[in-house]
Structures are given as C-alpha cells and as structure tokens.
Nanobody
Framework: QVQLVESGGGSVQPGGSMRLSCTIR??????IGWIRQAPGKQREGVSC????????YYSDSVVGRFTIIRDNNERMLYLQMNSLQPEDTAVYYC?????????????WGQGTQVTVSS
C-alpha cells in the first residue's frame, strides 16, 4: 500500500517556475511520477521514474522544461517546472504504478492545482 501527498501548486505567470512535492508513504515496486488533468483534455503522463532501472520519462510537451527528482532518503518526489505556459494549467497528481507514463496508476495523490496565467 502506498500513500502519496502532493504540495506546492498555485498560480504563476507565463515563463515562471514552480516546484511540486510529493511525500511517499509505504513501499512497493512501482514506477512513480506525475500525471496531469486539464479541463476538457485527456489525462497526460507528464513524467515518471521507472521502477526497473530508474530511467526517467518526459512527455513531449514538457521535455526540456520539467525535471523529475526523487529523494529516496527523504522519501520525496519533486517536479521542477520551468518556462511554464498557460497550456500547463492542470491538476497535477503524484502517482505510482506500472504505467504512470501512460497516465495510468494504481496509487494517486489528492492532486494539486497549477494555474499559469497573466
């Protein structure tokens, strides 16, 4: 069983930066990352770290702008988001499971709203 708790959302202007945090409670063999849901759009796997080899994945829409960081000692997961654009506005979920990169997960956090607007 895994529990995930996000923090760090809010509002930012286009071009700004924001960092999301996720506290990981419990243990298991799973990939972990971030999935976002924007109004009227399909759920998107933003970034994840693979369980098998710690490889990182980024969706095409965020590559080069977002960085996923895992701190195993503190049991934390972060998403550093730079050069934010209005299209990044969404609810962001910390998620764990087999297919986080494909926006499918077994465990979900409660979600945190990120709004990018001038």
């Amino acid at each position: 069983q895994v529990q995930l708790v996000e923090s760090g959302g809010g509002s930012v202007q286009p071009g700004g930066s924001m960092r999301l945090s996720c506290t990981i409670r419990g243990s298991g063999y799973y990939s972990i990352g971030w999935i976002r849901q924007a109004p009227g759009k399909q759920r998107e796997g933003v970034s994840c770290i693979a369980a098998a080899n710690d490889n990182t994945y980024y969706s095409d829409s965020v590559v080069g702008r977002f960085t996923i960081i895992r701190d195993n000692n503190e049991r934390m997961l972060y998403l550093q988001m730079n050069s934010l654009q209005p299209e990044d506005t969404a609810v962001y979920y910390c998620a764990a499971g087999k297919n986080v990169g494909r926006a499918s997960a077994d465990y979900w956090g409660q979600g945190t709203q990120v709004t990018v607007s001038s």
